[in-house]
């Protein structure tokens, strides 16, 4: 039986509407009413507006006096920002896995299993898919470091990334061929240790990121 009301209803408005916003599929400048939402869930509109104000913690959404709430886009700014963060995360993971002699060795078949699924992803044109690996493609190279602190760190920064990946890769095709033609050279200068080519290929590859907004 489904939940209409409580915490459980919440948790759904709450990881659907997010979800949406992700996506795309709600964009930036969006109108989203708790009605909508609650009629989509077939739940009452109590857990949609809690929802709607956790929602509004993480900035995804400005509320909006009796119309509900407007999905805030992201800006230049913010992507730049999130850009940077990346970048910093990812650069510190790799030179400890550098320093360390380089990753362990169940690092290598776990990326080569998920650019096979990337490729997959970009022959059937699926970007939703090709989204998710990607950040599972990055999350391996962070993981690959040992550093709590650097997981914690990217996992705060997962949902901008994953707008901002969808952001990129809906607007051209082209863009999922492109980006994993990115993470094969940074797999191939990762496992191999090689530090400066790593460093040219993230940056190269972060630069994608700046035209999406």
Known sequence: MT???????????YA???????????PGGALVSEGAIGAELGISRTPVHE???LLSAEQLIELVSRK???????THREAEDVLAMRKGI??????????????AEPCAALLAENLERQRRHVDAGDVSGFVAADDDFHALMVEASGNPVARHF???????QQRLRNLLLRVDPANLMSSYDDHRELADCFLRGDAARFADALDAHLDRYQGAI
Do not use: C, N
């Not at 659907?16 to 709600?26: E, V």
């Not at 509900?68 to 992201?74: D, N, W």
């Open 90 to 103: 990812e650069s510190a993971s790799a030179a400890q896995v550098f320093a360390a002699g380089g990753p």
């Open 16 to 26: 659907h509407t997010k979800a949406r916003i992700i996506s795309g599929d709600l």
């Open 51 to 53: 929802a709607f104000l």
């Open 3 to 13: 939940t209409t009301t409580g915490p459980v209803a919440a948790e759904r408005a």
């Open 154 to 160: 990217y996992e705060e920064l997962r949902s901008r």
């Open 68 to 74: 509900g709430a407007i999905v805030r886009p992201m």
